[in-house]
């Protein structure tokens, strides 16, 4: 990207690696100077938290504000009804108003850690799009909203092509979605002068039909800018580990869990992740990402204790370090593992069954391949025998379960 913006925002983005595409570099730059730049990212509420696939998104809210502009975190209260079909295989589970509620608590303790929420010109609004969606007039939407799209061009957007393409199922429900997201755009600009959508780059055609849409009802000049979509060095979706998603709400993955799969990134990935998810400069992060040998272990290590530090605070980044410190370096097994605590009603248990309650596989036959392969390690010694049974006479003292040299938990016994 040769462009060279004048707002410190969009200088941030370029230069940190956040930008995939932008609808119109010069008219949002330009806004971005003359004001305060109202921008928001939509989040439906399909769980309890947010993992770390949407931290770049997250961080993008936190530059957004950092750089004096102000933060909309809409809330999918509305479109978590419908479901997003982008780029999925099939149709997402309906999930009740109840749960839909619980889990916008649940991501809002996310937000209040990257945002500071107020009713000053730069502070974060967090608003939920059942406000303008639960009571529209269906036949008036279709009158006043639907005629300005066009299902020819709906049908050729990639994330719906995609699906089409496999002969895969795609529900008049879900294709439905990316004209209420579009109206989501309209209402936020009718309402509240939001300028800017930000979204993954699988969102594009999205994003374009709510500008398009606004324009044409609004008559207003709106911009959407996007973020790669991050895949690990190796090819992995990021977000993801061996073990399931990695949450960002500390009741759904331990601050040590969290801490180690930053500690575990790959050495190619260091210095990018160190750009999009800490608020290092951009000179030491090209500095810390070209070491080499021992001494990007160094620099994984502060990539951990920054990205934790802002999600889960100094002390826990500490914490998590100490631990690992006591677990790779001493051997021992460390105060914040992932624990299973049992009953002594849960005894005799199997090894192969305590290894899959850990976390560290994810079935009884992922278990015992660990085990077959040399990959299992009990109190920091092999673990051979796949029909080992574990009492509660073997439980006096908390036992360490391994899965290779990275991968640890705790299991004990109830009181």
């Known amino acids: 990207m040769t462009y060279q913006p004048k707002s410190d925002f969009l200088a941030v983005m370029l230069e940190r690696g956040f930008v995939a595409d932008c609808t119109d570099y010069e008219g949002l730059d330009a806004a971005l100077v003359a004001g305060v730049v109202p921008a928001y990212i939509g989040f439906d509420a399909t769980a309890k938290s947010l993992h770390v696939g949407s931290l770049i998104q997250i961080m993008m809210l936190r530059w957004l504000q ?42 809002k303790q996310v937000f209040a850690k990257y945002l500071s929420y107020g009713d000053g010109a730069t502070d974060a609004v967090m608003l939920n799009n059942a406000e303008w969606l639960d009571d529209l ?35 008049f429900l879900e294709f439905n979605y990316m004209i209420l ?34 324009r044409r009802v609004n008559e207003n000049q709106i911009f959407g800018l996007t973020s790669p979509l991050l895949t690990t060095s190796d090819g992995k979706k990021m977000g993801k580990s061996a073990d399931g998603a990695v949450w960002l709400n500390a009741d759904m993955r331990s601050t040590y869990e969290f801490w180690q799969f930053w500690r575990n990134t ?35 290590i502060i990539l951990a204790n920054e990205v934790t530090t ?27 593992l992932p624990t299973v605590t049992l ?34 390690r009990i109190n920091d010694a092999p673990l051979t025998d796949a029909g080992l049974m574990i009492d509660a006479s073997a439980l006096a003292d908390p036992i360490k379960l391994s899965a290779g040299k990275k991968r640890h938990a705790l299991v004990q016994l109830n009181g």
């Open 310 to 336: 802002l999600c889960h605070g100094a002390d826990a980044a500490a914490a998590a370090e100490a631990t690992a410190r006591e677990v790779f370096e001493k051997g021992g097994v460390g105060d914040d």
């Open 266 to 300: 790959t050495d190619a990935d260091v210095g990018r992740f160190l750009k999009l998810y800490t608020e290092m400069p951009v000179d030491e992060c090209t500095r810390l990402g070209a070491l080499e040998g021992s001494e990007i272990n160094a620099a994984k």
């Open 66 to 107: 950092k750089t004096g502009h102000k933060p909309i975190t809409l809330m999918g209260g509305g479109t978590t009804k419908v479901g997003d079909p982008s780029f999925r295989a099939d149709e997402r589970p309906l999930l009740t108003p109840d749960q839909i509620d619980d889990n916008i608590a649940g991501i």
């Open 137 to 171: 007039n269906y036949l008036e939407f279709l009158r006043d909203i639907g005629r300005h799209f066009s299902v020819n061009r709906m049908l050729s957007f990639e994330s719906v092509k995609s699906r089409l393409d496999r002969e895969q199922s795609l529900s």
């Open 181 to 214: 997201q579009a109206y989501d755009f309209l209402e936020l600009n009718r309402r509240y002068g939001c300028l800017l959508q930000f979204g993954g780059s699988d969102q594009w055609g999205n994003i374009v039909n709510g500008i398009d849409l606004t």
């Open 343 to 376: 009953a002594s009603t849960d005894l005799p248990a199997s090894i192969v069954q305590l290894i899959v309650k850990s976390g560290l596989a994810k079935s009884g036959k992922e278990a015992k391949r660990l085990i077959a392969e040399n990959g299992a």
